[in-house]
């Protein structure tokens, strides 16, 4: 029967194992050698001369913003060299010359493809054309861009209700490509609005909004070059954002000092070869961090406590520490902050972090002696049970400081996708603002949706559910990029159409719903020219600045569209014409997007000639110490737990980390070379001590399972690489060891997955 058809699908792709190689760790980021490495990637995948022509563009002022990540660019930038090695490694990844079409998925099944690795899926290049995956079959086949219009609205019909349907958002999305496709959803009745910051700095955002006032970092790029102290926390630069390693390296030339709390030494916070100077190029480059604490996996908020106790005993003595002044006018929480923190024990909190006393003492020094300080941070905060609480306890330092609203000084989360901010900015939310509905009313005049829609987490298990039986996603890979990707799967594969606007073939296109359709659309750095004309979209970092983008290069294909037209022909043929949204009038002018954008979202004013250049930054209420949205109209101070994870002796904390050849989930190459990894991810990092302790041996192969719930999670096949991490600490790469984070598994608050701190068991592979 009909109902009973199920495609066999591998989650995972082949496991078996490559010929790993593995070196010392380097001690030295960037330098001639990432420059080799990213113009070997980028010329194998573009040509010379397309690679050539495309970085002279890439984040420059008429030219496109990188597809990587959101780290800022400079007002005073290169003008020929402002880019990283993961910059054009993204950028040859969307830009490449390998293509598939109808004739390949005809060559092609599904069921085929799964069998491949993530690495080999991404190697096959661009989609093409529009496909559809109907039911009952293993192959996709060509569809017309009207049909597959037709086809989404005819699926929206059948919905019992809107809130049936599940519309998720990557963040490499435009400005005007999130703020469409937010509107549409909400024309539609539904909230559903998951997106990839529930999955990573959801927590930053509550944090921050609860004590702060806003969810978005305070500090400006301007800010590092003459910051004091710098604290990065739970990030790695090096891999992950490396153009922030020359704002660091410019803090460092101005007398600054920069602290690194990771469990794991990284290489870009030990040594930045910078390749656009002669330091960097033919000197030894700049030692980044003065001081490194290795964590343990979890207790950061031991080592922020410590640090606070410690200060608040020398501010005793000398009144000079923390900035009274600040603290009396701007905070509230002070008196019960040093109270609770007269229950800790220094001994007990330094025995929690792993860190050495005299690690502790030296940074102690710093923060007593110097006013200007800015905390970074990445997953490594916020991916855990208590990831909100993670961000406020290091907040609680800076509000000691009165670090906060003054020059050089505040937060900043460092954002992974290059737009997931903004995208956030223009509406993509799956809670309920008043105010947003309210202007949405007044200038686009339907009436939002009142009622709370699904974050990730919920999404997937209302899909696995039943709940949700349409799932739109606006690029991204959902399936690797979620938790419990058994879980996920099989959520996915309750749906009766789930609908991917994609560049590149991934495995959430093999993974689908009974019909499934395939939107091929623009890269950042393609053309995008409608009628004669070419349209530009706008992107915000991760410092709130909003600013152009432009492609330059020839799309992959006449049979592609751009995002903005893909959602507004969408909601065009759904909401049909009378809608009082003009949907196809915006799918061909942007600017009428950017006027509604002014119109609706808050802050945004005049994008049109604002963007331009360097672009402008949005308002934020801590930079203006403004804390009227708070209680009392100040910004709080917040009393934390420490986390409590209680080991077995045969059981780990296990943290999910990138390779330096990926991005997200991305991969690149099957090299880190940075840890000293080459030709293979399925590996897992252990301490030498407990790999004796546990009567194991380096390179032999084992299985990873965790046990939440009563339930076996197990991720199989992995070699372990003795390193340098923490006793009872282990890590390996994502996605392959999501299938180990239960979906259920998140942060207070934030449900943002526990990815960073996973309770698991190593036992020899069967």
């Known amino acids: 029967m009909a109902s009973s058809f199920r495609r066999k699908v591998s989650i995972?792709?082949?496991?078996?194992?490559?010929?790993?190689?593995?070196?010392?760790?380097?001690?030295?980021?960037?330098?001639?050698?990432?420059?080799?490495?990213?113009?070997?990637?980028?010329?194998?995948?573009?040509?010379?001369?397309?690679?050539?022509?495309?970085?002279?563009?890439?984040?420059?002022?008429?030219?496109?913003?990188?597809?990587?990540?959101?780290?800022?660019?400079?007002?005073?930038?290169?003008?020929?060299?402002?880019?990283?090695?993961?910059?054009?490694?993204?950028?040859?990844?969307?830009?490449?010359?390998?293509?598939?079409?109808?004739?390949?998925?005809?060559?092609?099944?599904?069921?085929?493809?799964?069998?491949?690795?993530?690495?080999?899926?991404n190697k096959f290049g661009r989609i093409t054309e529009p496909m559809v995956l109907r039911a009952n079959s293993v192959h996709y086949e060509p569809i017309t861009w009207q049909e597959s219009y037709t086809l989404i609205s005819e699926e929206l019909k059948k919905l019992s209700s809107p809130d049936q349907a599940v519309f998720y958002t990557s963040g490499r999305s435009s400005n005007e490509a999130a703020f469409l496709y937010g509107m549409f959803a909400r024309a539609l009745g539904t909230n559903n609005m998951p997106d990839c910051s529930n999955m990573c700095h959801e927590s930053s955002g509550v944090a921050l909004s609860e004590t702060l006032g806003m969810g978005k970092g305070s500090a400006t790029l301007e800010d590092f070059y003459e910051a004091e102290v710098i604290i990065v926390a739970g990030q790695n630069p090096g891999t992950n954002h490396p153009r922030m390693l020359s704002a660091l390296e410019k803090c460092k030339e101005n007398g600054g000092k920069v602290i690194s709390i990771n469990p794991l030494e990284e290489a870009g916070l030990v040594n930045f070869k910078n390749p656009q100077n002669l330091k960097g190029v033919f000197g030894p480059g700049q030692d980044i961090a003065d001081i490194h604490l290795p964590v343990k996996i979890n207790q950061d908020i031991a080592i922020a406590k410590l640090l606070i106790k410690k200060l608040a005993i020398l501010d005793k003595l000398n009144k000079g520490v923390f900035d009274h002044d600040f603290i009396k006018k701007y905070t509230d929480g002070y008196e019960a902050l040093m109270a609770d923190i007269e229950n800790y024990d220094e001994e007990e909190l330094l025995s929690k972090s792993g860190v050495s006393k005299e690690k502790i003492e030296e940074t102690v020094k710093l923060l007593a002696t110097n006013s200007k300080i800015i905390i970074c941070w990445a997953m490594g905060l916020t991916q855990h049970k208590n990831g909100v609480e993670n961000i406020k306890e290091f907040v609680n330092i800076l509000l000691l400081k009165g670090a906060i609203g003054k020059p050089n000084t505040g937060t900043c989360p460092v954002r992974g996708h290059s737009n997931v901010q903004g995208d956030r900015s223009v509406g993509i939310m799956h809670f309920v603002n008043k105010d947003l509905n309210t202007r949405i009313k007044q200038h686009l005049g339907f009436n939002a949706p009142t009622k709370e829609g699904y974050d990730t987490v919920e999404a997937i298990h209302a899909m696995h559910e039943g709940k949700a039986k349409f799932f739109m996603c606006l690029g991204g890979n959902f399936l690797m990029a979620a938790s419990d990707t058994q879980y996920t799967a099989e959520a996915i594969e309750q749906c009766n159409l789930t609908v991917q606007i994609s560049t590149k073939l991934n495995r959430t296109h093999l993974v689908t719903g009974k019909t499934a359709l395939l939107l091929p659309t623009f890269g950042r750095s393609e053309k995008d020219i409608k009628n004669g004309k070419q349209r530009y979209v706008t992107i915000e970092n991760s410092m709130g600045r909003v600013r152009q983008s432009m492609g330059i290069l020839k799309p992959a294909s006449g049979a592609i569209k751009s995002e903005p037209e893909i959602i507004a022909e969408i909601a065009a043929t759904h909401l049909t014409d009378n809608h009082s949204v003009p949907w196809r009038a915006m799918a061909n002018d942007y600017e009428l997007i950017r006027t509604k954008i002014d119109q609706v979202i808050k802050g945004y004013n005049n994008t049109k000639d604002r963007s331009k250049g360097k672009g402008y930054y949005l308002p934020h209420n801590a930079r203006e110490l403004d804390f009227s949205m708070l209680p009392n109209g100040r910004a709080q101070m917040s009393i934390n737990k420490l986390p409590s994870h209680n080991l077995e002796k045969d059981e780990f904390l296990l943290m999910t980390i990138r390779s330096h050849d990926q991005f997200n989930t991305t991969i690149y190459g099957l090299d880190d070379r940075y840890r000293g990894v080459y030709n293979e991810r399925r590996v897992l990092f252990m301490n030498p001590e407990d790999i004796k302790q546990q009567g194991f041996s380096p390179l032999q192969i084992v299985d990873i399972t965790s046990f939440y719930d009563n339930k076996k999670r197990t991720a199989t096949n992995f070699k372990i690489v003795a390193y340098k991490i923490p006793r009872g600490n282990i890590a390996a790469y994502y996605p392959e060891t999501n299938i180990v984070v239960p979906y259920n598994q998140y942060a207070d608050k934030s449900n943002t997955p526990i990815s960073k701190s996973v309770k698991v068991k190593i036992s020899t592979s069967k």
């Not at 078996?16 to 010329?43: C, I, N, Q, T, Y």
């Open 12 to 121: 995972s792709g082949s496991k078996d194992f490559l010929d790993l190689r593995l070196e010392s760790p380097m001690k030295k980021a960037a330098g001639m050698l990432g420059v080799k490495e990213a113009l070997k990637h980028g010329f194998k995948e573009m040509g010379v001369i397309k690679s050539m022509g495309a970085l002279l563009q890439m984040n420059q002022d008429k030219g496109f913003e990188c597809p990587s990540c959101a780290w800022p660019i400079p007002d005073k930038q290169s003008n020929f060299a402002e880019y990283c090695e993961n910059g054009v490694k993204a950028l040859a990844d969307e830009a490449t010359s390998s293509q598939i079409n109808a004739s390949f998925f005809k060559e092609n099944s599904v069921e085929k493809l799964s069998e491949l690795t993530d690495y080999q899926l």
